[in-house]
């Protein structure tokens, strides 16, 4: 079982370097790591890591990396943000990641006025084929997750997949996450399920859902008002147990990626219980 670190990882690349989130993502028993960069952060990807030096040190402790992520509008700065998602495929080709991971709008339900689906997709189309071009160029393969208040849900990503594959995009791969369908009010497993051939990596992270607005924390808000909250993998309500069915159906065999920010003995009970559920079911 391949256990990858995102989140964590991240949090401990920016806070104490990279040498030091490699090896202790190594320490806590992870076997790979999940790049992510944000269009608006302070210090890209590019311009911040020595793809060398990363490349030693995850040869060192035994690792890789087994996807790199986005977090881009696509529809805001349109080209601005576009040259900088393709030198972001660029250095994930030079980290040797199999999968670039990016999202597409970065709007959540209920934050913005919306436009139709269809405008939207329009009016990111361009750039979708060019950033998947660019990866295919690479031999990497472009993933989409459910994701915020669009390209979410069964019919949301749907849409998206179909319309770029119509238009000739190759490589495209779906980026099963087990908790983002909740912010449209839809069951991760059946999502699974619908677009299961497309699997081809995991986010696992965990939510708290309830009918009263937390207080002091963050939170999302789904479509129909259910209010979700970030808690450790496996004290939530996310229905693992149905999700990891699917994915057995389908043999698979790739990430786990654990999108989770934690302690280290938060990180281990989480590990020691996604572990214990796929083995042992």
Request: charged content about 25%.
């Amino acid at each position: 079982m391949e256990l990858t670190n995102y989140s964590s990882f991240t949090r401990d690349w920016r806070n104490r370097g990279i040498d030091y989130a490699i090896e202790h993502s190594a320490e806590l028993g992870f076997t790979s790591v999940e790049f992510i960069d944000m269009y608006n952060s302070q210090s890209m990807i590019p311009d911040a890591l020595d793809a060398d030096h990363v490349n030693r040190l995850l040869k060192k402790h035994g690792m890789h990396v087994a996807c790199y992520s986005m977090g881009v509008p696509l529809h805001h700065n349109m080209e601005k943000n576009l040259q900088n998602v393709l030198r972001q495929v660029d250095m994930a080709a030079k980290l040797g990641s199999p999968f670039f991971h990016h999202t597409v709008t970065l709007m959540s339900v209920g934050r913005e006025e919306m436009i139709p689906i269809e405008d939207m997709l329009a009016c990111v189309l361009p750039s979708l084929k060019e950033i998947a071009n660019r990866c295919a160029e690479h031999g990497i393969t472009t993933l989409y997750e459910p994701q915020g208040a669009y390209f979410n849900g069964i019919a949301g990503i749907d849409l998206l997949l179909r319309t770029m594959r119509d238009e000739g995009c190759p490589n495209l791969g779906f980026c099963a996450d087990v908790g983002n369908s909740r912010e449209v009010d839809e069951l991760a497993s059946l999502v699974f399920a619908h677009f299961k051939n497309d699997i081809r990596h995991v986010h696992l992270k965990d939510y708290v859902l309830t009918d009263v607005a937390p207080k002091g924390i963050h939170y999302y808000t789904s479509r129909k008002g259910t209010y979700m909250y970030d808690c450790e993998i496996g004290t939530g309500n996310i229905e693992f147990k149905e999700c990891f069915d699917v994915l057995r159906q389908i043999g698979y065999n790739a990430s786990f990626s654990f999108e989770c920010t934690c302690d280290d003995e938060s990180m281990r009970r989480s590990i020691s219980y996604i572990k214990n559920l796929w083995e042992n079911q």
